[in-house]
């Protein structure tokens, strides 16, 4: 059975830094694309980032891009998410998700891309 895990949240200051972690047991991920999305309080859960199975690509939304960064270490079946410059609008529950194919090259944004999703870790910036 697959599990994503998620840690690394807490509460940071604005301007501070996260490094959140997403690691598997179940699967290797090394074959599989990755993602991040989060959810704020009375909001829908949107698209955050995204790395090809390779590593070769990665995917941003607009309002993180050029502070987050997304990465995988396939060694340590982990996937990692740096969070820089935070804003308080970057406060949400923090979820991972992967696919359910292998070597899957479509849209990374979508929700219905990905199959197995982790609890979340809860991330609160403040101002």
């Known amino acids: 059975q697959v599990q994503l895990v998620e840690s690394g949240g807490g509460l940071v200051q604005a301007g501070g830094s996260l490094r959140l972690s997403c690691r598997a047991s179940g699967r290797t991920l090394s074959s599989y694309p990755m993602g991040w999305f989060r959810q704020a309080p009375g909001k829908e859960r949107e698209f955050v980032a995204a790395?090809?199975?390779?590593?070769?690509?990665?995917y941003y939304a607009d309002s993180v891009k050029g502070r987050f960064t997304i990465s995988r270490d396939n060694a340590k079946n982990t996937v990692y998410l740096q969070m820089n410059s935070l804003k308080p609008e970057d406060t949400a529950i923090y979820y991972c998700?992967?696919?359910?194919?292998?070597?899957?090259?479509?849209?990374?944004?979508?929700?219905?891309?990905?199959?197995?999703w982790g609890q979340g870790t809860q991330v609160t910036v403040s101002s």
């Open positions: 998700a992967s696919t359910e194919a292998k070597y899957y090259s479509g849209s990374f944004s979508l929700q219905r891309t990905y199959h197995y």
């Open positions: 790395i090809s199975w390779s590593g070769g690509s990665t």
